[in-house]
Each structure stands twice: as structure tokens, then as C-alpha cells.
Nanobody, 119 residues
Framework: EEQLVESGGGLVQPGGSLRLSCAAS????????MSWVRQAPGKGLEWLSG?????????MYSDSVKGRCTISRDNAKNMLYLELNSLKTDDTAIYYC???????????RGQGTQVTVSS
């Protein structure tokens, strides 16, 4: 059974940083394009970033996080990461990892990890 388990969220002050992690199992992670999406309170899912299977061939970011965010993966450990910097209150959301890219990501199945940016 496919599983994606996100972790690393928390309460952080504006301007702070967090590193989110996603542990994948039950499918071929190393051959899957992966993405991070988020859902802010009262809003729909928003795609943030995607990374190709080799980790460096193709990396994409949405305009909302470009320059403040770094996606990476470790295929040997079946792990996906998202480093968030210069966090803003608008970044408050539940963050999810999922399969697919900018236009092909599938609805996340995991619980997500809550990121709250507040002073």
C-alpha cells in the first residue's frame, strides 16, 4: 500500500525556517516525480514544488515560494524534503507530499504536517 508520511512542521516566527520531510513506501519512489503541495486554512490545495526522479534533472517552484524554498530527495532512503526559508504568515498551511509534477500531481493521501507562522 502506498504511504507518504510528512513530518517536520511546527510553529515558527516570521522570517524563520523549517525543513519538512516525507517518508515514502509501498511504491517505486525512485522512479516517481514528486511534489509538495499545501492547503491554507479555508483554501484549496496549492502546488508548491516538484522534483524529477534523479533529483537534479528538473526542479520547479511556484511563484509563491520561489527563492525561499529548496526541494530535494534521497532515493536511497525513499525520502523527500522541502526546506522553507523566510517564512511569512501566508505560509501557514498543512503541507503534503505527493506523486506527480506541476500539472500531474495527485491528491495527497497522507496526514500532512502543519506549519504555523506566527509571532
Amino acid at each position: 500500500e502506498e504511504q507518504l508520511v510528512e513530518s517536520g512542521g511546527g510553529l515558527v516566527q516570521p522570517g524563520g525556517s523549517l525543513r519538512l520531510s516525507c517518508a515514502a513506501s509501498g511504491f517505486s519512489f525512485s522512479t516517481s516525480f514528486m511534489s509538495w503541495v499545501r492547503q491554507a486554512p479555508g483554501k484549496g490545495l496549492e502546488w508548491l514544488s516538484g522534483i524529477s526522479i534523479d533529483g537534479g534533472g528538473q526542479i520547479m517552484y511556484s511563484d509563491s515560494v520561489k527563492g525561499r524554498c529548496t526541494i530535494s530527495r534521497d532515493n536511497a532512503k525513499n525520502m523527500l524534503y522541502l526546506e522553507l526559508n523566510s517564512l511569512k504568515t501566508d505560509d501557514t498551511a498543512i503541507y503534503y507530499c505527493t506523486r506527480g509534477g506541476r500539472l500531474t500531481w495527485v491528491p495527497p493521501r497522507g496526514q500532512g504536517t502543519q506549519v504555523t507562522v506566527s509571532s
